[in-house]
């Protein structure tokens, strides 16, 4: 089952179609110590291997990005916008940045950190994510297809 969450107010919505799902959002980031953002999640508790396809992305700010991410949700009715996360994303394609990347905030309340490289060059509109949680290690790839993977790194969440 999936459920619509909105971080820190802002104003968007999200629907599916078939195995599609549209998400129009506004916010500042997911960035920093403080998220803005909208998203549609699943409940999981164990170890998971999920990927997905972006489509598109609009270039609405220098910032915007979508993607695929982990949240530590104690509450789904009332979400704190800093908890821990692992994020795999992308910048949307020119004029924007057009890259993916990895992001993550060690701690509740915490900057969160992210690799400068690598950052490859993303592939809209088949722009492939995979997150994968093994025990407390969680790793990013991103693709071109749901087959060929390009690694761009892992967390261990249990010493950070």
């Known amino acids: 089952m999936l459920f619509r969450s909105i971080i820190s107010s802002t104003d968007g919505q999200a629907f599916a179609f078939g195995d ?3 998400v129009f959002a506004s916010g500042s980031d997911i960035f920093n110590n ?3 953002f909208e998203f549609v999640y699943k409940t999981y508790t ?3 291997d999920l990927s997905v396809c972006l489509e598109s992305l609009g270039q ?3 910032a915007a990005k979508g993607g695929l991410m982990v949240r530590e949700i104690t509450d789904p009715a009332a979400p704190t916008d800093s908890e821990r996360d692992f994020m795999v994303a992308s910048f949307p394609p020119p004029p924007g940045r057009d890259q993916n990347l990895i992001e993550w905030r060690e701690d509740t309340g915490a900057t969160a950190l992210t690799l400068t490289a690598p950052r490859p060059t993303s592939t809209f509109p088949t722009n492939w994510f995979r997150l994968a949680r093994t ?4 790793s990013a790839y991103c693709g071109s297809n749901n087959l060929d993977w390009v690694f761009l790194g892992s967390v261990d ?3 950070n």
């Open 46 to 48: 164990n170890d998971f």
């Open 20 to 22: 599609k799902i549209h």
């Open 34 to 36: 403080s998220d803005q």
């Open 135 to 138: 025990g407390s290690v969680m």
């Open 157 to 159: 969440t249990s010493t």
């Open 60 to 62: 609405t700010d220098v």
